[in-house]
């Protein structure tokens, strides 16, 4: 069944779902006849999709593309990763739906790119794209608030960026390392929505001088839209 499919881009949308399982049923005395085969049919939806399976046979809002969120792990390739990092890599999992690399010869030094991915589920009215629009503009809003300086931590304004998703924007913190008024750490992020998926890239730095806290903003948006590109935008 294509509702099996690796790819979620390949996945059948939720209405055309139904419409399949409508038609096996057909009306007057084949009426029983086809309530096995739906059910099997049910059965395998469940199984491989569970609540995507549920929301479609039930003609529900859209669930989206995103059966389950892709791994992390497999949207940037170790390669990419040294490249952008520009040294050898050393990847781990420090959470389930985060994927980390980071530079393995630069014990004292932190540089290293955090992906992580979710994907939203439909609630009540709103399929699983509305879900993530919801909670993709509302980290817009709540990060466009943060911009400014406390104590010492300076957070950028927001910016969009094209080619990542369906939307996208970049931000830049910075925070003075303790007793220097030189240098400190960078966060350059990047977040994403690709229908009803969340994505986050952030690419961190160490000993970052002042003056170039945002000067790896570009390397982080190379590398989303190197991990929307591998999750098939």
């Given at each position: 069944?294509?509702?099996?499919a690796?790819d ?22 084949r ?22 399976g ?8 859209d ?6 969120a ?111 008024t ?35 903003r ?6 989303a ?9």
């Amino acid at each position: 069944m294509a509702m099996l499919a690796k790819d979620p881009a390949e996945r059948p949308p939720a209405a055309s779902v139904r419409e399949r399982l409508a038609a096996v049923a057909e009306p007057g005395r084949r009426r029983r006849r086809w309530l096995a085969p739906v059910a099997v049919a049910a059965a395998v939806l469940v199984g491989a999709g569970g609540w995507y399976g549920v929301a479609a046979l039930r003609g529900g809002p859209d669930p989206g593309r995103f059966v389950t969120a892709p791994d992390p792990c497999r949207l940037l390739s170790d390669a990419q990763a040294a490249e952008l990092l520009d040294g050898r890599v050393r990847r781990v999992v420090p959470m389930p739906g985060t994927c980390e690399w980071k530079l393995a010869d630069e014990p004292h030094r932190s540089r290293r790119i955090v992906v992580g991915v979710r994907a939203e589920r439909p609630n009540g009215d709103l399929g699983g794209a509305a879900m993530a629009e919801r909670r993709f503009a509302g980290e817009r809003v709540a990060r466009s608030g943060a911009q400014g300086k406390v104590l010492g931590t300076v957070t950028g304004p927001v910016h969009d960026v094209q080619g990542v998703g369906e939307k996208a924007f970049a931000q830049v913190t910075f925070r003075l390392a303790t007793s220097s008024t030189e240098v400190g750490q960078a966060d350059n992020v990047v977040l994403f929505r690709l229908s009803n998926l969340l994505g986050e890239v952030v690419l961190h730095h160490t000993d970052v001088p002042v003056d170039e806290a945002g000067a790896g903003r570009a390397t982080a948006v190379d590398a989303a839209r190197l991990v929307s590109a591998a999750i098939g935008q």
